[in-house]
């Protein structure tokens, strides 16, 4: 059974900077079509960012369009999020997930088979 583990949350001003990491347990996530989902409270479970197995085919929400980037380290069996210019309602929790759909950036949350447990952004002043 394959394990995803997410860190790099915590709280951090409007403005400021975070960078997510997911790594992998038993799982080879250059394998795979990564994703970052979020889930405020209350609210619905929401594709922030996706990179397809080869990389080459990204996926943005309109909401973090030029202000977050994914990426990932096959050396390092990791996937990023890149987070700047961090606003309010970017407060969420934050998914990682992989989906064996190798074709394309991956934007249905029912194709990725594997999820983290998440990892908690604040951002507040």
């Known amino acids: 059974q394959a394990h995803l583990v997410e860190s790099g949350g915590g709280l951090v001003r409007p403005g400021g900077s975070l960078r997510l990491s997911c790594t992998g347990s038993d799982v080879t996530l250059d394998d795979y079509g990564m994703g970052w989902f979020r889930q405020a409270p209350g609210q619905e479970r929401e594709l922030v960012a996706s990179i397809s197995q080869s990389g080459l085919s990204l996926h943005y929400a309109n909401a973090v369009k030029g202000r977050f980037s994914i990426s990932k380290d096959k050396s390092k069996n990791m996937l990023y999020l890149q987070m700047n210019s961090l606003k309010y309602e970017d407060t969420a929790m934050y998914y990682c997930?992989?989906?064996?759909?190798?074709?394309?950036?991956?934007?249905?949350?029912?194709?990725?088979?594997?999820w983290g447990q998440g990892t908690q952004v604040t951002v507040s002043s």
């Open positions: 997930a992989a989906s064996s759909d190798r074709f394309g950036a991956i934007t249905a949350a029912r194709l990725y088979n594997y």
